[in-house]
């Protein structure tokens, strides 16, 4: 026992002496002109210590720096790229005698940092590159390998054990004098409690950013561990809250919430982020992120399980132009969307969605996979429930290039096309069960050069529907009672034709689509003919013809089956929202003469036959 006593009071002994002999004779602000003589001689830039550098020797040894100011380069405003108010830090004294690091606290309060891209494109960083410290460099490299290595084997940490760590008011300005615009990166706090290698420590930050098209808010928690070789990193139950506002923003605003479980490995480079909370704008989602940085382009894999979106109700109505003859505005030429960002992208995309609602149309079970690489985005699958129907989607979009490039496949099966043409462009004209499958290509992303530039080819067929706005039987009914002399003959029937199948295909070139085999079938009438509409400028032009199969009498009227076998031409122009149909009645007419001038025939040859015994 009397040895370990002794033991004991020779360690406190020591301890204490260290102590005394830093704090009191030895005596650190020696050393500022040197620190400041060398940060000059090394970068040009002048080092600011205004306060005293003083031990702190309770609870344990530290050393407290303050006041502390580095330049930025000649003629740059502000003059002072580095701001440091106060930076405490406290280490255990006797475990650095084993190779163990203790913090008991690192504190660093009031840090503000300057980084100015000056027009001539100079910034704050010049001066402090490796040519710099070329010496110190060049030193190094003289130093044999046997004691690099032999010093990194020495100061290999056995363990690290912090406290905990305090920044507070941590200030980042981006300057960029060019554009005359200043990005704020401000830390408010950032805590780390206890911590110790391969053991999880809570952490809690608070940030927020001003920019020059809106401002954003930060905070969030969660808990730490570093492995201990410094090489894997976990960070579990982490919660952040985010808020944005700009004028540049869906809303004007925008909020969203996130849980996140993130595993990072140094050695190999890897990230991986499990999603399992997203709530932002009415959003839901949950997923995994797995980002590999090894390479110059990180390669980033994504699987996202999305709820329902609602795309219009993120942004704001667009208020109808307010037209003025006496203003003659000249529009502003368009020009193609910047797509070089995505040569920097190596992404894979698996979603799911429960529904998707944009330009008032409504998708539901989506599927998704996309890819981007080496400036190409390639849509291999999306398939999702349409009114009733499946959509089917494969595209390739190809940015290498100034005018870009796309193709696609597109095929819908089963789909209620009325509501579907209500939601998507507000037309009212055909309703029934429709399929299509369309082909295309083209190049350039201009929405006007988008319409001239596509070539595409298709068909389609609805089954079992309605062409709304025309009633044929009762317009071609009508149009044979004022030739007999009716004038007043008017009809109250539903402007609508029905019909078992209406089948056609077309192509598409120069923003015209070309339909030349359209063809109706109908409980009364036949239909087939061709025509063009203009997607640019909405213009129907179609000429029809029309076969009259059954009779054409209206309810509680004689049946009148005159024009039987009768073909009548029939018109569709107008527009997409308005369209006029008409009937030619001098064809009518002459079918009408035709079909009497037969029935006096028969009734010669009748009578003939009679007068010949025959």
Not at 72 to 98: C, G, I, K, Q, R
Not at 228 to 238: C, R
Not at 580 to 588: C, E, H, M, N, S
């Amino acid at each position: 026992m009397k040895v370990v006593k002794w033991l004991l009071a020779i360690v406190l002994t020591l301890v204490v002496g260290i102590t005394v002999y830093l704090t009191m004779f030895f005596d650190l602000n020696h050393f500022k002109p040197q620190i400041v003589d060398a940060v000059k001689k090394q970068t040009g830039r002048d080092l600011v210590i205004t306060d005293d550098l003083s031990w702190s020797v309770f609870p344990s040894l530290g050393i407290k720096l303050g006041g502390i100011s580095l330049s930025n380069p000649e003629n740059f405003t502000p003059a002072s790229m580095l701001d440091v108010n106060e930076a405490v830090a406290n280490v255990a004294l006797m475990p650095l005698l084993s190779q163990k690091i203790e913090v008991d606290l690192l504190t660093l309060d009031g840090l503000t940092l300057n980084l100015v891209t000056q027009k001539n494109g100079k910034t704050s960083f010049d001066g402090l590159s490796a040519e710099g410290a070329s010496g110190e460099a060049n030193a190094a490299a003289e130093i044999p390998a046997t004691n690099q290595n032999s010093d990194a084997q020495a100061i290999a940490l056995q363990t690290l054990d912090i406290g905990g760590i305090e920044l507070t008011n941590t200030n980042i300005n981006l300057i960029d004098m060019a554009s005359n615009t200043t990005q704020t990166f401000s830390l408010k706090s950032f805590t780390l409690g206890q911590f110790s290698l391969g053991q999880f420590a809570d952490f809690a930050y608070e940030f927020s950013a001003t920019l020059p098209d809106m401002s954003v808010a930060s905070s969030g928690q969660g808990q730490l561990k570093v492995d201990q070789a410094l090489t894997h990193i976990t960070i579990k139950d982490f919660t952040m809250s985010h808020s944005a506002q700009g004028d540049s923003l869906p809303n004007k605003s925008v909020s969203a919430e996130m849980t996140t479980q993130i595993v990072m490995a140094l050695d190999a480079k890897t990230i991986e982020l499990q999603l399992t909370k997203l709530s932002a704008m009415d959003i839901a989602a949950t997923g995994d992120i797995k980002v590999n940085y090894a390479n110059s382009i990180p390669k980033i894999a994504m699987t996202l399980d999305v709820g329902d979106i609602d795309v219009d109700a993120l942004f704001p109505k667009q208020e109808a132009p307010v037209e003025n003859s006496t203003n003659n505005t000249e529009t502003v030429p368009s020009t193609e969307p910047d797509l070089t960002a995505l040569n920097t992208i190596d992404l894979s995309v698996k979603m799911t969605a429960k529904s998707i609602k944009v330009s008032n149309m409504l998708t539901q079970n989506w599927q998704l996979t996309m890819a981007v690489n080496k400036g190409v985005l390639t849509l291999s699958s999306l398939t999702a429930d349409l009114y009733e129907g499946k959509l089917a989607l494969s595209a390739k979009l190809d940015g290498r290039k100034s005018v870009p490039t796309y193709q696609f496949d597109k095929k819908l099966t089963g789909v209620n096309i009325r509501p579907l043409l209500m939601d998507a462009a507000e037309i009212d004209l055909l309703s029934g069960q429709a399929s299509l499958e369309v082909k295309g290509s083209g190049a350039s992303l201009i929405p006007d050069n988008l319409k001239k530039n596509l070539d595409a080819a298709g068909k389609f067929d609805v089954s079992d529907g309605s062409l709304y706005g025309v009633n044929i039987p009762q317009m071609i009914r009508s149009a044979q009672q004022k030739l007999k002399g009716d004038l007043s003959a008017d009809s109250k029937e539903e402007l609508k034709t029905d019909f078992t199948s209406l089948t056609g295909s077309f192509t598409m070139k120069d923003a015209v689509v070309t339909n030349p085999d359209l063809a109706m079938a109908a409980p009364l009438i036949r239909l087939k003919g061709k025509g063009t509409a203009n997607i640019a400028s909405e213009a129907l032009d179609y000429t029809l013809t029309t076969s009259v199969v059954g009779s054409l009498s209206g309810q509680g009227d004689a049946v009148d089956e005159s024009l039987k076998g009768v073909d009548i031409p029939l018109t569709i122009k107008g527009t997409f929202q308005k369209p006029k149909f008409g009937i030619d009645t001098k064809a009518l007419l002459e079918g009408q003469f035709k079909d009497e001038a037969d029935k006096a025939k028969e009734k010669l040859k009748e009578g003939l036959f009679k007068k010949l015994g025959i």
